[in-house]
Structure formats: structure tokens, C-alpha cells
């Protein structure tokens, strides 16, 4: 048990969490550019992190049926975001789990690193890979992809 699990906080105390941290502080959404622990005083301006499994699953990789069983707490929780808000999805699963969570079928929007898909309540969804160990040690994601998708959500929200 690491990260979320051990912290409390999402993407806290785990390698994918030091990007999306820099990253976050980079773009005005977060008061320090490192997560360390729930009480270490950042505060998120402007954003929510969520997951869209609430457990913790084998070899930290959700599978089919935790993922439908936590939908309806992530569809609760998109559905008090504000209207203008932009939903950045971390990865397929994160991008499959939004979808389906808005009541779209995964057929209608495909995952790929930027795309942008408006819902039909007008929210935009935004995919980036996910910032996990293997995808930024790998090159598939680089900090500068990243800051990227960043770039277009602060366009979108003005």
C-alpha cells in the first residue's frame, strides 16, 4: 500500500504524482509543485483529482468489474463539477470510466493522447497518457506533452 492508499490524497507519495504536481503548480492549480502528504498545506485552485476506481486493486490495475462498481460515485462527482468545467482523463482507463460515467458510449469517443471530446452537456473531456513511471520513463509521455494539455484546458477555461 503506497501512494493514495498510504497518503490520502491522490497521486501522493507515487512516482506519477511528481509530474502531475509540477505540472498542476506549473498552470496556477496548485500552490507547491510537490504532493508529499494530505496535511503538507497545497491546495488546489481550480481543479479536482479524483479516481475512478475508490479501491485498491491487484497489482494496482483496476479491473472490469471494480471499475462499473465505482462508476456511479465518479458520475456523482462530474455531476457537480460547473458546467464550464474541462475533465482531464489520465489514461484510457480514466478516459473509458468518464464516458461511461456521462452516460456515452465508449464507441462515440476514443482515448488518445490530446484529444479533446465535447459532451453533450458541453463539458470538454481531455485525454493525456498517464503519468505513470513507465509512460515518462519511456518517453511516451514527456513533460513537455504534458505541460501541453495543460496549455489547451487553460485555453478552454479562458
Request: charged share 20%; hydrophobic share 40%.
Amino acid at each position: 500500500m503506497h501512494g493514495a492508499n498510504r497518503t490520502g490524497r491522490p497521486f501522493t507519495g507515487d512516482y506519477a504524482g511528481i509530474l502531475l504536481y509540477e505540472t498542476l503548480h506549473q498552470f496556477g492549480y496548485a500552490s507547491a509543485p510537490e504532493s508529499i502528504s494530505a496535511d503538507d498545506g497545497l491546495r488546489l485552485t481550480g481543479a479536482r483529482i479524483t479516481n475512478a476506481v475508490k479501491c485498491l486493486p491487484p497489482q494496482n490495475k483496476p479491473e472490469t468489474g471494480e471499475i462499473q462498481a465505482c462508476n456511479g460515485f465518479l458520475a456523482a462527482e462530474l455531476s457537480e463539477l460547473p458546467k464550464e468545467a474541462v475533465v482531464l482523463a489520465l489514461g484510457t482507463i480514466a478516459h473509458n470510466a468518464v464516458v461511461r460515467a456521462t452516460g456515452h458510449k465508449a464507441s462515440a469517443y476514443k482515448f488518445a493522447h490530446a484529444a479533446e471530446h465535447r459532451l453533450s452537456d458541453g463539458r470538454w473531456l481531455i485525454d493525456s497518457y498517464h503519468c505513470s513511471r513507465y509512460n515518462t520513463q519511456t518517453k511516451r509521455l514527456t513533460p513537455e506533452m504534458f505541460a501541453a494539455v495543460f496549455a489547451r484546458i487553460a485555453e478552454l477555461t479562458g
